[in-house]
């Protein structure tokens, strides 16, 4: 019982450490996102034409141009995105995420959501912050998303992309992340 109280602790001063340093060291402009963002769509549309072909479907695209995760046991990963609807950024967000378990290295990464519907980018905004695992589904596109994607198969709320991964992480453990709106 005293070593899950510690891992507890361990996640949540990993989560912290992530939260608090972002706020004062990542803090990036709006100008700065909606530049990265552009750059990151275009690469991955380059790298995914399912991509391409679902934001033309979308009711809105959560951008995060790079996402910086590194762990030695306990983890944390922290980056800055964009809420575009109809091509204009509507709103600013951050996904924090901490973790525990057998991992060690450090990654840098995009990421990009498809919300396919109203409700689903409703609760983006009416929720203080969604966590991933909860709320709308989200289904995390694989290589093989693009082949069998058909409008009847666009079922779920929400279509997930990672992308430009570089770095090496590696191991096995529990994560819990967030996504919050962010003023800027």
């Given at each position: ?29 709006a100008?700065?996102?909606d ?15 399912a991509?391409?072909?679902?934001a ?8 995060f ?8 046991m ?12 109809g ?8 996904s ?18 498809f ?6 980018v409703?609760?983006?905004?009416s929720?203080d ?8 589904s ?15 198969t666009?079922?779920e ?7 430009d991964q570089s ?11 967030k ?6």
């Open positions: 019982m005293l070593s899950l109280s510690r891992a507890a602790f361990a996640l949540f001063l990993a989560f912290s450490l992530v939260t608090g340093a972002s706020k004062a060291s990542f803090a990036a402009s100008q700065e996102i530049q990265d963002a552009t750059l990151a769509l275009e690469r991955l549309y380059k790298s995914d034409p991509a391409k072909e679902l033309g479907k979308a009711a809105a695209i959560l951008i141009p790079q996402i910086t995760k590194a762990g030695l306990i983890g944390g990963a922290y980056g800055e995105g964009v809420l575009r609807k091509g204009k950024s509507v709103g600013y967000f951050s924090v995420a901490a973790s525990y378990g057998l991992q060690a290295g450090a990654q840098t990464f995009g990421y990009a959501m919300f396919m519907n109203e409700e689903a409703a609760y983006l905004d929720s912050g969604w966590e991933i695992g909860s709320g709308p989200v289904v995390v596109a694989d290589d093989g998303f693009g082949k069998k994607m058909s409008s009847t666009l079922s709320d929400a279509y997930a992309f990672i992308f770095g090496l992480m590696a191991g096995l453990g529990i994560e819990g992340s996504i919050s709106r962010i003023d800027r």
